[in-house]
């Protein structure tokens, strides 16, 4: 069974350039997060859907970032435009569903670079 | 606010030894506190995990110890090795319907042969 995967590995761009990661979860979950991790730190939750439903985005900054989960499979994290504070990896999770009994199975990351 | 402190920040073990990394939580809602393991240019992945109902749960090398009263919880790695040189986040979930994981700050873990 294929991983999550995510594209593109790494990104090197100037500021105020957008940028956009996508995310291909695992065949039949449900559930999918996007994560920032900044250098020496935890992941932190920016969205997590549903199916198509954005049903937590309290962590998503939505003056510069949108996301969104077309038909319910595939996501797109979106930076526009993109400043030199969001140099960080961006992890893509899913899961079957939501809640505790369910592994989040995360994705290689992004590696955002922003000069 | 951190609401999950992890520490050390780094550890370095000879191999063979006990790796041992706590974590403390302030809000007492949380009911699910999982540690994943992170190698270099991966995601994390899920080691161990554990609910409060319980003080210790162990699965093979490692073993998390939990003190609900004293709200932390610590990771125990028996006879550690060089291949488990990583990052390891603890985290802590609140269930319900608007179930999500705060992680601590991760421990690097170097493992010397």
């Known amino acids: 069974e294929a991983g999550v995967v995510q594209s593109p590995r790494y990104k090197i761009i100037e500021k105020k350039q957008p940028v956009a990661f996508w995310c291909n979860p695992i065949?039949?979950?449900?559930?999918l997060y996007w994560y920032l991790q900044n250098l020496g730190q935890g992941p932190e939750l920016l969205i997590r859907?549903?199916?198509?439903?954005?049903?937590?985005d309290s962590q998503l900054p939505k003056d510069r970032f949108s996301a969104e989960r077309l038909k319910g499979v595939d996501s797109t994290l979106k930076i526009q435009p993109a400043e030199l504070g969001d140099s960080a990896v961006y992890l893509c999770?899913?899961?079957?569903?939501?809640?505790?009994?369910?592994?989040?199975?995360f994705g290689p990351g992004t590696r955002l670079t922003v000069t | 606010q951190q609401q999950v402190k992890q520490s050390p920040q780094s550890l370095i073990v000879q191999k063979g030894g006990i790796s041992i990394i706590n974590c403390a939580y302030e809000?007492?809602?949380?009911?699910?506190f999982p540690w994943y393991q992170q190698f270099p240019g991966k995601g994390p992945a899920l080691l161990i995990a554990?609910?409060?109902?319980?003080s210790e749960k162990k699965e093979g090398r490692f073993t998390i110890s939990f003190n609900k009263s004293a709200k932390q919880f610590s990771l125990h790695i028996m006879d550690s090795q060089p291949g488990d040189s990583a990052t390891y986040f603890c985290?802590?979930?609140?269930?319900?319907?608007?179930?999500?994981?705060?992680f601590g700050k991760g421990t690097l873990l170097t493992v010397n042969p």
């Open positions: 809000n007492t809602a949380f009911d699910y």
């Open positions: 985290a802590a979930g609140r269930g319900g319907s608007n179930y999500k994981l705060t």
């Open positions: 554990i609910r409060p109902d319980v």
């Open positions: 999770a899913s899961s079957p569903r939501a809640g505790e009994a369910y592994e989040q199975y």
């Open positions: 859907y549903e199916n198509e439903e954005a049903v937590d």
């Open positions: 065949s039949g979950h449900n559930t």
